[in-house]
């Protein structure tokens, strides 16, 4: 159903929904339903299974699911005053950018008492962590039928696993790769300084040559693995498991990956921020974090939402102690500081 058409179906609607309650009432009394955007794939698969459509349900209202995230979109919304998204799932810098440019509503944590639950690490005055994945390693079986890299070394090795690389097209992630891949300590790869942020750029500079594409969206390292374009990638964990799901011949792993969570923010002005908050909690709650479980792709961020998970499932969780024990946890306030004061020099880099 075209967007024009569900919102001509969901005004036609309102007569008849009438006696639903006062939230649902002032929702459709909005100029258009909640809306809920995401990144696409196999991460909004499972957030509209999980927690978006459930919601629409349990409140008896009309919700819209839509994609992809794109920041410099959020950010004319709120310059325009014409905010279409209530909910956006961003990636961590988007968080601490959003706060400080000012495109970000302050979240008021009393009304997502779930929050509390949570490690302190994926709770911010802008945005709240709801589920989990990382940044790994990904191979073309046809490349390495038996096994590919499992570590940032071996993918800056081009002798010992050569072919076409593909890394993700900004300094994001790319800058803790290099530096696991340079033999830095994972415990040290964070406060970001200019001294690390100067070696993983020499690091990359170094690997460049081999990197045949910057990829940008999470079906590309999948996709391109598949058809042989690429021998290696950096991918998304949830795209490399929907894809091998699938059949697709392609592998993994997890060892020496960049972990991180997938952040829930509102737009400033959002219209329905209130239900955005509410959303956000729900999604929070054990049961709608245990649902992630069944689908798996991405991972809960609610530790005893694991409780339940049988050791396959266990195995494609990135906070399995097992899995994290070897991965780095991102550190999204750093790595906002690396974006912006290292952004001219990567684009050098990038056209050099």
Known sequence: ?????????????????????????????????????????????????????????????????????????????????????????????????????????????????????LEKGWVSPYGVATSTGATIIAWSKSAFPEAGPQSWADFWDVKRFPGARGLYKFFYYNYEAALLAAGVKREEVFPYTTEKADMALAKIKELKPHVTVWWGAGAQPPQLLS???????????????????????????????????????IPKGAPHRDLAHEAIDYALGKDQQAKLLSLKTYGPVLAAATEGADAETAKILVMNPDNVKNML?????????????YEEKWNQLMLG
Do not use: C
């Open 227 to 265: 058809t042989g374009e690429l021998a290696l990638s950096s991918a998304w964990s949830g795209r490399m498991l929907a894809a091998e799901a699938e059949g697709a011949p392609v592998g993994h792993t997890y060892n020496d990956g960049i972990a991180w969570a997938n952040w829930w923010v």
């Open 1 to 117: 159903m075209r967007r024009r058409d569900f919102l001509i179906s969901a005004a036609g609607a309102a007569g008849v929904m009438a006696g639903l309650a006062p939230m649902s009432r002032l929702s459709l009394a909005q100029d258009r339903p909640f809306t809920f955007t995401s990144w696409g794939g196999a991460l909004s698969n499972a957030e509209k299974e999980a927690f978006i459509d459930p919601f629409g349900k349990l409140k008896g209202i009309p919700v819209i699911n839509t994609s992809p995230t794109e920041t410099a979109k959020i950010k004319a919304m709120v310059q325009a005053q014409k905010v279409e998204w209530d909910l956006v799932d961003v990636g961590g810098r988007t968080v601490w950018q959003g706060g400080k440019e000012g495109f970000l509503e302050s979240l008021d944590l009393a009304k997502i008492p779930n929050a509390a639950n």
């Open 329 to 341: 946890i991102l550190n999204e306030e750093e790595a906002n500081k690396y974006s912006y004061e």
